[in-house]
């Protein structure tokens, strides 16, 4: 049974950071792609940061480039997301998505990755 699990959200002032990491278990990951996502209440989950399965490519959203880094663990089938410079517009429940084996190219539409954590929230205050 394929797993994600997102952890390290919380509660931070606007400016600072949180590092999320995101557990995989249940297959091989080092040939997925893998991403994170985030939702706002009342708005559609989008597009965040994504890595290559070998982890040698990455690729930001406009909107977090310079802020954020992905980075993946193959040995431990983990990925991370470094979020330094918090906004408070960035609230939001953050996903950590997989695509399938033998789909190491990123992509960023939802509907491309396989499986999804359940999210991790994180808030930031003024």
């Known amino acids: 049974q394929v797993q994600l699990v997102e952890s390290g959200g919380g509660l931070v002032q606007a400016g600072g950071s949180l590092r999320l990491s995101c557990a995989a278990s249940?297959?091989?990951?080092?040939?997925?792609?893998m991403g994170w996502f985030r939702q706002a209440p009342g708005k559609e989950r989008e597009f965040v940061a994504a890595?290559?399965?070998?982890?040698?490519?990455?690729y930001y959203a406009d909107s977090v480039k310079a802020r954020f880094t992905i980075s993946k663990d193959n040995a431990k089938n983990t990925v991370y997301l470094q979020m330094n410079s918090l906004k408070t517009d960035n609230k939001a429940v953050y996903y950590c998505?997989?695509?399938?084996?033998?789909?190491?190219?990123?992509?960023?539409?939802?509907?491309?990755?396989?499986?999804w954590g359940q999210g991790t929230q994180v808030t930031v205050s003024s």
């Open positions: 249940g297959r091989t990951f080092s040939t997925s792609a």
């Open positions: 998505a997989a695509r399938s084996i033998g789909s190491p190219l990123i992509v960023t539409m939802t509907s491309r990755y396989d499986d």
């Open positions: 890595i290559s399965g070998s982890g040698s490519r990455t």
